[in-house]
């Protein structure tokens, strides 16, 4: 079964706001990333947090982790047009940097 | 800085014919390549990795094969489509050392 699986499955905001996706997974884990792609693009690597931390941040972007849980959160502060994406959870195990990804989040953010 | 190269960026196959998509990377050497698939509006599915020239992992059975010829070339490959091999394709590269993976630009296969 596909490990990192996000909510919510589509996510639609107004620019400016704050927009949510949170990821939550099954097994444990070496590091948890977050990816966006553009329609019909590749996906580019947005944040990577490891399984002893708890918090990151880059730019607009914060990512919480919570190990006991096995969720993850990325949120995006004052979110415009151009963030619309789908944004993937990938968790990162040990053996030979293979990630598993989740189903996305799709995000379209109004102008 | 590593790059991908992916094509061709679209592709109409008709089902039983065969397949080649190459990945060549930039920037890096020794790189882990991997080939994911993604089938519309839904998350990437592994399927090979390689961690050497030679080296290959397949992760699902399937119609499909992947070599890695050169140290910074992939290639994957199908003697005959199916119509369940559509989907967009993702070449994908990570390094020791390096944070996350650099991925190519896709490949979307439609077979008919």
């Known amino acids: 079964s596909q490990q990192g699986e996000e909510d919510p499955q589509a996510l639609s905001i107004q620019e400016g706001e704050n927009a949510t996706m949170n990821c939550s997974y099954k097994?444990?884990?070496?590091?948890l990333q977050w990816y966006r792609q553009n329609s019909g693009r590749g996906l580019v690597h947005l944040i990577l947090?490891?399984?002893?931390?708890r918090e990151k941040h880059s730019g607009r972007l914060r990512v919480t982790l919570d190990t006991s849980k096995k969720s993850s959160s990325l949120l995006i502060t004052a979110s415009r047009a151009a963030d619309t994406a789908s944004y993937f959870c990938?968790?990162?195990?040990?053996?030979?940097?293979?990630?598993?990804f989740g189903q996305g989040t799709i995000l379209t953010v109004h102008p | 800085s590593q790059t991908i190269h992916q094509w061709p960026a679209t592709l109409v196959q008709p089902v039983g014919s065969p397949l080649s998509l190459e990945c060549t990377v930039e920037g890096t050497s020794n790189p882990n390549l991997y080939w994911y698939r993604q089938a519309a509006g839904r998350g990437l599915q592994l399927l090979f990795y390689s961690v050497g020239i030679g080296q290959i992992s397949s992760e699902v059975p399937q119609n499909l094969s992947a070599s890695r010829p050169q140290d910074r070339q992939f290639i994957l490959s199908s003697k005959k489509l199916l119509l369940s091999d559509s989907g967009f394709y993702l070449c994908?590269?990570?390094?020791?050392?390096?944070?996350?993976?650099?991925f190519g630009s896709g490949t979307r296969l439609t077979v008919v």
């Open positions: 990938a968790k990162g195990g040990t053996s030979y940097g293979k990630l598993t």
């Open positions: 947090i490891r399984s002893n931390e």
């Open positions: 994908a590269c990570t390094n020791t050392g390096r944070i996350g993976y650099t």
């Open positions: 097994t444990s884990i070496n590091n």
